[in-house]
């Protein structure tokens, strides 16, 4: 796609170009209109190889078609340059929402199954429907998340009781004494955190003995 869009850049640089060429000419001719017009038909006769020089300017006749020569090769070649980088810039930023597109798409597929799991427990008839049943529907919809999670590289800070409190995972709430656990470590898990390798998303809210 960005191939068939190059020419089309390389004639608006190539159009800036020729108008920073005629900015060149006009500022060369002090602002003369009539000697601007004059030098850019000297170039081009210049370049058709039909301008008739006065005897003994041969060589710099043909230095300047040289020079003029260099300087449109030069303007291809930056015209090329400033192409490829836009079309490079233009690729670059397709490939980044592609990505994120698709790591989104991945997200939201994975999701769908917990919303599966959701209206099969929304399905049940609340009166026929034991307690038990209920709450075993609510653990493998809360089962199939943390696979969800880990499929993203998220995993799960719940520390346990005596665990020792670590202020970068972990986020004390209370404060109280309890029985069998030391003074300064977790005596209960308040609610879990997650954290995406050593980035911490959400820090475990727990209860500190003392």
Known sequence: ????????????????????????????????????????????????????????????????????????????????????????????????????????????ESFMIVLDHFDMALSQNPETTSAEAMFSGVRTIRDEMLRLLARFEVQTIEPTPNDEFDPRYHEAVASLEHEGVEAGAVATTYSVGYRLGDRVIRAAKVVVAK
Not at 10 to 27: I, K, N, P, V
Not at 60 to 82: F, K, M, P, T
Request: no cysteine; glycine share 4%.
């Open 1 to 108: 796609m960005a191939e068939h869009q190059q020419p089309e850049h390389e004639a608006s640089l190539r159009s800036e170009s020729e108008a920073d060429g005629s900015a060149a000419a006009r500022e060369a001719a002090g602002g003369d209109p009539e000697q601007q017009e004059r030098i850019e038909e000297i170039q081009q006769l210049a370049l058709a190889g039909d301008l008739e020089a006065p005897a003994g300017a041969e060589e710099l006749v043909e230095a300047l078609v040289q020079a003029l020569r260099a300087r449109d090769e030069n303007h291809e070649r930056l015209l090329r340059a400033l192409a490829d980088e836009q079309n490079l810039r233009r690729r670059a930023a397709m490939n980044a929402r592609e990505a994120t597109e698709n790591t989104t798409q991945r997200m939201v």
